[in-house]
């Protein structure tokens, strides 16, 4: 293994030590600037919490342009279901498993976590007389992935380069040169309750339907795979029960599904008030539906699970910001008819998946939109439905459409203010740099892509112009789920290439 490969790993894993779910980076940002000035680097924040380090040209550099390299603070914290992990205060586990490393249960936080442990090795190196490179501006941002919020608030002059290495792609051999703009949706059905009695010494009881077990992953990097959404699975095993079974011996109580944005929701449960003389026939339509669910996304979703079961008297609810309480919930009331109905044809009538193809790049995704979460609420259900496409007009149709379903169930929405795309320039100095140093070191061309999912690339270009941009990192594979890892040679690749890189510049 390359040296510096198992510094940047060390690097990584005290890193991993530091809670960073997203829009809870104050203190990772807090160790950032210790290390800076540990170092006896500039540092400086501003007033929405991104961190800059300021690294000297080492000798012989000194007029060389400076180079802004640039990775996000936070991270997507997702678990099994099974994981009693809290990302709160644990530190994440990184279990090494051949050449690649994941975490235990949980994602492990390479997105984007390695873009700081490569640029702090990188400026330690050069510090220490190990490397050659130009004026640096280690540029690390708050809260990408739950809307790109740092970068938005960044202000032009916080900068002074003018050519960017983004360190956020999944792919390495791979240069991103252009990504997808993208809005998210925020939906409030408003729900009525009704009195229904259920519980012990009642008619009716209360059962747990889950959803679990689904892949998931980034709702921009794998929404082309067509993996199940276990929201709009659970919604059609409760609306198919409702005509088996029939609406009057079945009732919705509860109803939580997805965790994040930018997630294909991999799980979803919901508590149902059922005649127990119906038990047997709903417990039998379940077991059906879950033969056909596992035959249609048996290459997608193999490990895909339905199952349902009798609980006791006790619900979870959830406030607007998603923070679970449990409480007994009293065995007295129920989703009105109404609600029930407008939720499940919001459900299922709601765009998820890819919605159109690139005319212009074969096999790139244009639109996509994910039915990313549901929540419980005691006045309102909430749902967050995301939104991307590289054609800025196509974004705003989406999202009308997004809007009109919601309307016509009755519901509120609230459009986030997004981020714009990255419009790519394929005959720019950089790409062609890029491309000649890597064939130089790898006897072989990168691929230049453009992706559908959102990278922070878009809003520095649109805040500071003239800018050069591009996009490249390690392979890491199902971001944003508990299987996320990363493949352990390609950090080696990334770090001789970004060695060379630097050293063209002289």
């Not at 009798?310 to 007994?328: A, P």
């Not at 919605?355 to 039915?371: C, F, K, M």
């Amino acid at each position: 293994m390359h040296p510096k490969t198992l510094q940047i790993l060390k690097t990584f894993e005290e890193i991993n030590k530091i809670p960073r779910c997203s829009r809870h980076e104050e203190k990772i940002a807090i160790w950032l600037q210790e290390w800076a000035k540990n170092k006896g680097f500039e540092v400086k924040t501003d007033s929405v919490n991104n961190v800059l380090i300021k690294v000297p040209a080492t000798p012989g550099y000194e007029n060389s342009p400076v180079i802004v390299m640039q990775g996000h603070m936070d991270m997507v914290c997702e678990k099994s279901k099974d994981s009693k992990h809290d990302f709160s205060r644990d530190l994440i586990r990184c279990v090494y498993d051949g050449d690649w490393l994941r975490g235990d249960g949980t994602s492990i936080g390479a997105d984007n976590g390695i873009a700081l442990a490569v640029g702090l090795v990188l400026a330690e190196a050069g510090k220490n007389g190990e490397i050659g490179h130009p004026p640096l501006e280690l540029l690390f941002t708050a809260d990408e992935e739950t809307g790109l919020t740092g970068v938005m608030g960044l202000e032009k002059e916080f900068i002074e380069g003018k050519i960017l290495l983004n360190l956020d792609s999944e792919d390495e051999g791979v240069f991103i040169a252009g990504c997808a703009g993208g809005q998210n949706s925020r939906i409030t059905l408003p729900l009525e309750w009704e009195t229904f009695e259920y519980g012990k010494g009642c008619r009716f009881g209360l059962c747990k339907l889950v959803v679990e077990g689904l892949e998931g992953g980034h709702s921009g990097v794998e929404i082309h795979r067509q993996r199940a959404n276990g929201i709009q699975l659970l919604a059609r095993v409760f609306a198919g029960l409702q005509e088996q079974v029939g609406k009057k011996y079945l009732r919705l109580v509860f109803l939580s599904g997805g965790s994040t944005h930018n997630a294909i929701p991999n799980f979803t449960d919901a508590f149902v008030a059922l005649d127990k003389a119906k038990f047997e026939q709903a417990e039998r339509l379940v077991s059906e539906f879950g033969k056909t669910f596992r035959s249609e996304y048996a290459k997608t979703d193999p490990d895909l699970v339905l199952s349902f079961m009798e609980v006791e008297n006790g619900i979870v609810f959830e406030n607007s910001e998603g923070k679970v309480t449990r409480k007994e919930a009293p065995a007295n009331r129920a989703f009105s008819s109404g609600t029930e109905e407008k939720l499940l044809g919001l459900l299922l009538a709601m765009p998820h998946g890819v919605y159109r193809l690139s005319d212009r790049i074969p096999g790139l995704v244009e639109t996509s939109n994910n039915l990313a979460t549901v929540r419980t609420g005691e006045t309102g259900i909430k749902i967050i439905s995301s939104q991307r496409s590289s054609v800025m007009s196509r974004l705003a149709e989406i999202t009308g459409k997004v809007e009109a379903v919601a309307k016509l169930a009755g519901a509120e929405v609230e459009h986030e203010a997004g981020y714009p795309a990255w419009e790519p320039d394929l005959e720019s100095g950089l790409i062609s740099r890029c491309k000649q140093v890597y064939i130089r070191t790898f006897e072989k061309e990168p691929e230049i892509e453009v992706v559908h999912a959102g990278l922070e690339c878009g809003v520095i270009g649109s805040k500071c112009t003239c800018m050069e941009m591009i996009s490249l990192g390690p392979t890491i594979k199902d971001p944003h789920s508990p299987a996320e890892r990363i493949y352990i040679p390609s950090i080696e690749k990334v770090w001789v290439f970004l060695e060379n890189l630097l050293k063209s510049y002289r």
